[in-house]
């Protein structure tokens, strides 16, 4: 044994000592305090006895987590992963009274309430102190990479990883340009700001298309088009269905689409890795994937990426006590909120708490250990998508110190991930890049005290519920929290059919974007039969305070815009006469032209008002930070790579559309000596890994 593979031996021989006497002494402090946790017989021990008996206990203990917790999760893998996250403190309990029960004479003894507190409290402190006695780090991932590292020479391929290097793709779900900026200016992000700082990584903002959101942006970035993807939510008269692109089924097709229009399998076709995405890139391996989710049966392995990580009882305790807290730091933060009138705020009760919890810990802490999996495994190209900062945002604000708060523990994740590079059997390149941002303001119904829907009825003359339904977020994070507990992630008010009257209008809401659409029409209504059928509709949302403009079609003059005051400008003069546009920017009237020209676009396409010295729009769903249409931040997003990367595009230029970022991302992966993106149209479906995070790893070289 070589001198450093015996020091490594000794300091994990070392730091298990150390936590088993930890263990040891929590047993006998958590056995003065527990009057149901007994360590002695009933007449009575010696304090040395007591100590023995604790030792034995906590051994037995630790034995049984390392050898029988992992075929414990694996037997409860068809249990809902949300679910999973609070079962483990009970099957730690279970494991706690069966390791009591090996002590000899029968010393030890714990009611089986008492046995979950005491087994989740030892967890958690052997947990904190593994992490803590690890070499140079303080999370509890690093303590495995060395015995990583040496497991992958053993098996005879180590210092025999690809020369060429690997890349990792980590998107940041909602963060604009200019919030990542200030975040590094003022600290919140010391790891984001010592790469600029450094000069290792270039920042490049982006702009999105008119659909500034996750479906539309994704789809782009990983499978090169995102045509005919007119907003998070339509209609489309041909299949009389509502897509909503973060339900499974329609994930898949809209993927299915993609594949067929750009006729390759996408950017990760060749050894790659897809992790908590809405697309799978075309990836071989992919977990927490939601078009995936849309299979049926065994078929679908979406979530097997939570056994893989919460094999571990130290994962599992830890992330389901930062679960609690984040409930916790939640209700906290929203009572504070109500309590002191914030403006503007949305709703924040039910289940909301939980599904931000998700978000920003279980999630989050499964996909970081996915990505570390797929490094030490060897893998090519990896893309993972974070949505804790969306969710929270659209709930708190872009800009709160909720978000700011999110930030920062995103930033430590990248932390992680680029010390986990340097165990790596292969180099990696870091990109870190987002969808979309967000901007800020109160919602259409808070300003003006009803929604999208009840104007659009009332331009109809049709009747307007007392109490209208409100239009609920279209947050990422309800999908993946839906996907865990394998329910349906359609809502009730977003059914594949609409069962409303088929005169009446659908009207949807992404962000502050509107689309309305008359299902009894088979084609895209003109101007000339909406104002045939409702004289009073266009002018009622034209003229509307909230409205910034709206897209139909003239049969006189193809597509135009209209606004206030009849402003009726046709789109091949916007850019003489922007219009209603002018207050958009310049890309505007490029962005409103290719949603036109999609086959399911709206009868009526509504975007909300701007203001622009603000930045501030009108959100038609309950969000204070939204995205999904036109109009300030939601519509900057940014690209951080490398420097050893050509620049994305050319001085001067602006990197408009994420059609163009999947352009920028695949020429950087052959400057990389790395995947190749053929045409493949044989593999549309990937296949599902389990086995991918740091803890349940295996090295697995394939030959480009």
């Known amino acids: 044994m070589g001198e450093g593979r015996w020091r490594r031996f000794a300091g994990t021989w070392w730091r298990s000592i150390a936590v088993w006497a930890v263990s040891t002494v929590t047993m006998l402090v958590l056995a003065g305090i527990l009057p149901d946790f007994q360590l002695?017989?009933?007449?009575?021990?010696?304090?040395?006895?007591?100590?023995?008996?604790?030792?034995?206990?906590?051994?037995?203990?630790?034995?049984?987590?390392?050898l029988v917790w992992p075929l414990l999760v694996r037997a409860l893998l068809l249990v809902p992963a949300l679910v999973l996250g609070l079962v483990v403190f009970f099957l730690n309990g279970g494991l706690l009274i069966f390791a009591l029960a090996l002590v000899p004479d029968g010393r030890g003894e714990a009611n089986p309430e008492t046995a979950v507190v005491v087994a989740a409290v030892m967890s958690a402190v052997a947990s904190a102190t593994g992490g803590a006695l690890a070499v140079r780090d303080d999370d509890a991932y690093r303590r495995r990479l060395y015995r990583l590292a040496d497991r992958r020479r053993r098996r005879g391929s180590a210092g025999a990883g690809p020369s060429t290097p690997g890349t990792v793709f980590l998107q940041l779900d909602g963060v604009g340009h200019d919030v990542l900026r200030d975040a590094v200016d003022r600290g919140v992000m010391p790891t984001v700001g010592a790469w600029l700082g450094a000069g290792t990584h270039r920042l490049t903002p982006w702009r999105t298309d008119w659909s500034s959101q996750t479906g539309a942006s994704q789809l782009g970035i990983l499978h090169g088009s995102n045509y005919d993807v007119p907003a998070f939510r339509w209609y489309e008269k041909d299949t009389r269905e509502i897509q909503v692109s973060n339900r499974p089924t329609s994930a898949a097709e809209l993927q299915r689409r993609a594949i067929e229009h750009t006729g390759d399998g996408g950017l990760l076709t060749l050894d790659g890795a897809s992790r908590g995405n809405l697309f799978s890139g075309g990836a071989e391996q992919v977990a927490l994937v939601l078009s995936v989710a849309a299979r049926r049966g065994k078929e679908n392995r979406s979530r097997a990426g939570y056994f893989a990580y919460f094999s571990d009882p130290a994962n599992a305790v830890r992330t389901a006590l930062s679960f609690v807290a984040e409930v916790v730091r939640e209700t906290g933060q929203s009572t504070r909120a109500r309590l002191t009138r914030q403006r503007p705020r949305v709703g924040r009760g039910g289940l909301y708490p939980f599904i931000r919890a998700f978000a920003t810990v279980v999630e989050r802490d499964v996909v970081v250990a996915a990505v570390i999996g797929d490094m030490l495994a060897g893998r090519s190209a990896v893309y993972a998508d974070l949505v804790a900062y969306d969710e929270v945002a659209h709930h708190s604000g872009p800009v709160s110190r909720d978000a700011e708060k999110v930030l920062a523990r995103l930033d430590r994740s990248l932390a992680l991930i680029a010390k986990v590079a340097e165990h790596a059997p292969r180099p990696y390149r870091i990109v870190v890049l987002s969808d979309h941002g967000q901007s800020p303001g109160e919602t259409f119904r808070a300003r003006y005290g009803l929604g999208l829907q009840d104007l659009v009825r009332a331009g109809c003359g049709l009747p307007v519920p007392r109490r209208a339904r409100r239009t609920h977020s279209g947050a990422e994070a309800r999908?993946?929290?839906?996907?865990?507990?394998?329910?349906?992630?359609?809502?009730?008010?977003?059914?594949?059919?609409?069962?409303?009257?088929?005169?009446e209008p659908i009207v949807l809401a992404s962000g502050n974007l509107g689309l309305v659409s008359?299902?009894?029409?088979?084609?895209?209504?003109?101007?000339?039969?909406?104002?045939?059928?409702?004289?009073?509709?266009?002018?009622?949302?034209?003229?509307?305070?909230?409205?910034?403009?709206?897209?139909?079609?003239?049969?006189?003059?193809?597509?135009?815009?209209?606004?206030?005051?009849?402003?009726?400008?046709?789109?091949?003069?916007?850019?003489?006469?922007?219009?209603?546009?002018?207050?958009?920017?310049?890309?505007?009237?490029?962005?409103?032209?290719?949603?036109?020209?999609?086959?399911?676009?709206?009868?009526?396409?509504?975007?909300?008002?701007?203001?622009?010295?603000?930045?501030?729009?009108?959100?038609?769903?309950?969000?204070?930070?939204?995205?999904?249409?036109?109009?300030?931040?939601?519509?900057?997003?940014?690209?951080?790579?490398?420097?050893?990367?050509?620049?994305?595009?050319?001085?001067?230029?602006?990197?408009?559309?994420?059609?163009?970022?999947?352009?920028?991302?695949?020429?950087?992966?052959?400057?990389?000596?790395?995947?190749?993106?053929?045409?493949?149209?044989?593999?549309?479906?990937?296949?599902?890994?389990?086995?991918?995070?740091?803890?349940?790893?295996?090295?697995?070289?394939?030959?480009?």
């Not at 304090?47 to 987590?65: D, E, H, P, Y």
């Not at 999908?479 to 005169?503: D, I």
């Open 40 to 66: 002695q017989s009933d007449n009575g021990d010696s304090a040395t006895r007591i100590a023995v008996t604790a030792a034995l206990g906590a051994g037995a203990f630790g034995i049984l987590s390392a």
């Open 479 to 503: 999908a993946a929290v839906r996907a865990a507990l394998r329910r349906p992630v359609e809502e009730g008010s977003e059914k594949h059919r609409p069962a409303s009257r088929r005169s």
């Open 518 to 704: 008359f299902p009894d029409v088979p084609h895209r209504m003109s101007k000339e039969e909406i104002d045939a059928r409702h004289p009073a509709l266009l002018p009622t949302l034209a003229n509307h305070p909230g409205v910034g403009f709206l897209l139909v079609r003239s049969e006189e003059h193809g597509a135009v815009v209209l606004g206030a005051r009849g402003a009726e400008i046709p789109l091949a003069d916007l850019d003489e006469r922007p219009g209603p546009l002018a207050d958009f920017g310049a890309h505007a009237a490029d962005a409103v032209r290719r949603t036109d020209s999609f086959p399911h676009t709206a009868d009526i396409m509504v975007n909300s008002w701007y203001d622009p010295a603000e930045g501030e729009v009108l959100a038609f769903e309950e969000q204070i930070g939204s995205h999904g249409g036109l109009g300030g931040a939601q519509g900057h997003p940014f690209l951080l790579a490398p420097e050893v990367f050509s620049p994305p595009v050319a001085k001067g230029a602006e990197l408009v559309g994420a059609q163009q970022v999947h352009h920028v991302l695949r020429r950087w992966l052959r400057e990389g000596s790395g995947p190749q993106v053929p045409v493949d149209k044989s593999r549309h479906e990937p296949a599902p890994d389990a086995s991918f995070t740091a803890a349940t790893v295996t090295p697995q070289d394939k030959s480009a």
